[in-house]
């Protein structure tokens, strides 16, 4: 087992550019998550999947952003259009549906916007 | 008012003493409670959950739960200082998201 993965670790763009970032959860993890992270701050939810399913969206959640999880493994998220209040700390996080819900942190991907 | 509230510190304990990080919940619907250890521009590390009243013990990390208080706090025993980090409460309520305090930065000096 090892662990959540996402790709890339740091991602340096110019406003206005797309990006995509990648999360691989841990293997029989169901559920996936994605969150945000500014400096000083915890983890704000964006959005989560359910095997392919996405169930919840934050209301906080631009329409510059989307997610996919297409075959109920890894997950894309993209930001269309970046602005400069995008950067931040992009985690995901996996869990399973037995018992508590558990989640695991990947180690993030961090998003500068210039 | 916030969901999740912390004191975010500094909290600063001498080597070998034990840190009491507290927080408090708002919504009365929670009911699971996360305790995350996050190191500076690292990801968030599980520690422990705890969902029933009382106390749930860990090697040198005790969780205490009060649902009645609405009050969750984390013991860190013979504190080290490796243990110096940010801790994260978080609680899930009646959906799946964790909802997130600020986090208390604990120090422990030798």
């Known amino acids: 087992d090892t662990g959540v993965s996402q790709d890339p670790r740091h991602k340096i763009t110019k406003r206005g550019q797309n990006v995509t970032f990648r999360c691989d959860p841990i293997?029989?993890?169901?559920?996936l998550y994605w969150y945000r992270q500014t400096l000083g701050q915890g983890p704000e939810f964006l959005t989560y999947?359910?095997?392919?399913?996405?169930?919840?969206k934050s209301r906080l959640l631009s329409d510059r952003f989307s997610a996919e999880r297409p075959k109920g493994s890894f997950s894309t998220l993209e930001i269309q259009r970046t602005e400069q209040g995008d950067s931040a700390m992009y985690l995901c996080?996996?869990?399973?549906?037995?018992?508590?819900?558990?989640?695991?942190f990947g180690p993030g991907t961090r998003l500068t916007v210039l | 008012q916030k969901e999740v509230e912390q004191n975010s510190g500094p909290l600063s304990v001498p080597e070998g003493a034990i840190a009491s990080l507290n927080c408090t919940y708002s919504?009365?619907?929670?009911?699971?409670f996360f305790w995350y250890r996050q190191y500076s521009g690292k990801s968030p590390e599980l520690i422990m959950f705890?969902?029933?009243?009382g106390d749930k013990e860990d090697g040198r990390f005790t969780a205490q739960l009060n649902k009645a208080s609405q009050y969750v706090s984390l013991l860190i025993r013979d504190s080290q200082p490796s243990d110096s980090a940010t801790y994260l409460c978080?609680?899930?309520?009646?959906?799946?998201?964790?909802?997130f305090g600020t986090g208390t930065r604990l120090q422990v000096f030798p």
């Open positions: 996080a996996s869990s399973d549906t037995g018992g508590v819900d558990t989640q695991y």
């Open positions: 293997s029989e993890h169901n559920r």
């Open positions: 999947f359910q095997n392919e399913a996405q169930l919840e």
């Open positions: 919504d009365r619907g929670s009911q699971s």
């Open positions: 705890i969902y029933s009243n």
């Open positions: 978080a609680v899930q309520a009646g959906t799946d998201k964790l909802i």
